[in-house]
């Protein structure tokens, strides 16, 4: 073997190399520590760098999988615990939100209607494991698309990703715009109001609970404004109008087991008994003059909705818990008036998600 003294003369290529495979002759005996030790520039020197390979840049279309070759697939998400970056600590959700399907729905006049539907899906996660297959709560669901989907439908699909998934508690929630025929208030004219409707499905701690979401938008008039308009026409002689907005109500109730079904109508309908003033569809000059005597018959503050909507659904032995959240738009004030009122401890919260009013927006 070569060696260099200190202060000899610089050494030519052929030593160099000489020096490069005797180090290598020594890497191949070594031990992981002595390598580990190593001084980073010389364990640099051991890497072999080859020329970067030619990969195949056709997409191979007849390319079969068979179930030797899907076992070799990496699977990050579901890999041992030693994976996990953070907190060993359990998630109550984890899944997937707004992935949208057609799916048919049953109305109370024995129609079925064929709505897109968003759909979120989650399962709890173990503080021991990595992740979840998040397309096997798609699967679920496209298992069970082409029935006409209830509160039934939607705990098949529960129990079938719940188990896929060896999860604990699990939700599941179903968004749609669901059409109603409306007729006008005079002119004898009819259309189509669209209703948010969300149903959701939540098993916690082995309860389950069946929920009934919707927005219902109406129109409210201010009572003072309405008394103070007519005190000026009456002691002044002085034209007003009370200011008036688009106004919206979320209603929230735990649809009760065992009871007789609640259909979406019969959610719309509690809501428009309560609140009578309800946006228009189709509008003639009849049905808007019949509009303003209507709001000027149903002035409500925003608590007054929120009571009135809660006198309804307490007298609905198919409703267990509720909450109404209501938001009058004002059109006097640059800020919107609002309520909330809870009966029961499934909607009863100390925190409220501080863009929850956004969300009440109805530009039609």
């Known amino acids: 073997m070569n060696v260099i003294a200190p202060g000899s003369t610089k050494p030519d290529r052929e030593a160099a190399v000489a020096a490069l495979d ?24 051991l890497t072999k760098v080859d020329a970067y390979p030619e990969f195949n840049r056709i997409y191979p279309e007849d390319f ?11 699977d990050l998400q579901n890999g041992p615990s030693s994976l996990i970056r953070g907190a ?42 990595k992740g979840i297959n998040m397309s096997r709560i798609m699967r679920s669901f496209y298992k069970h698309g082409d029935q006409t989907f209830s509160f039934e439908v939607m705990e098949a699909a529960l129990d079938d990703y719940k188990a896929d998934l060896e999860s604990l508690d699990a939700r599941i929630q179903m968004r749609f715009s669901f059409p ?51 005190h000026a026409r009456a002691t002044r002689g002085q034209l007003a109008t009370p200011h008036s907005q688009r106004s919206v109500a979320r209603i929230s109730v735990d649809v009760n087991y ?7 109508e019969d959610l719309i309908e509690a809501a428009r ?8 569809v189709m509008v003639k000059r009849e049905d808007e003059q019949a509009f303003a005597e209507l709001n000027a018959a149903n002035p409500i503050f925003v608590e007054d909705a929120a009571r009135l909507f809660c ?16 938001s009058h738009q004002e059109s006097l004030h640059s800020h919107d008036a609002i309520s909330i009122l809870t009966q029961g401890d499934t909607f009863a919260a100390q925190s409220i998600d501080p863009k929850l009013f956004t969300t009440l927006f109805h530009v039609g």
């Open 180 to 230: 109603m025929k409306i007729e006008s208030l005079r002119s004898g004219l009819s259309g189509y109001q669209y209703y948010d409707i969300v149903l959701e499905l939540v098993e916690i701690a082995g309860l389950r609970k069946k929920i009934m979401h919707l927005d219902y938008v109406y129109s409210s008039t201010c009572p003072c404004s309405l008394e103070l308009s007519e």
């Open 22 to 45: 005797t180090l290598r002759a020594w890497a191949s005996k070594a031990s992981q520590a002595d390598m580990d030790a190593l001084d980073p520039a010389l364990a640099r020197l």
């Open 88 to 129: 060993k600590q359990q998630i109550q959700h984890v899944g997937i939100s707004n992935f949208r399907l057609p799916l048919r729905f049953h109305t109370r006049d024995d129609g079925d209607l064929t709505l897109e539907t968003s759909v979120t899906g989650s399962v709890s996660l173990e503080a021991d494991k």
């Open 311 to 326: 006198e309804q659904l307490q007298a609905d032995p198919r409703i267990g818990d509720f909450r109404v959240v209501a």
């Open 64 to 74: 079969a999988v068979g179930d030797n070759y899907k076992a070799t697939l990496p």
């Open 273 to 280: 008994r309560a609140v009578p003033t309800e946006t228009q």
């Open 258 to 264: 065992d009871a007789p079904c609640l259909w979406f």
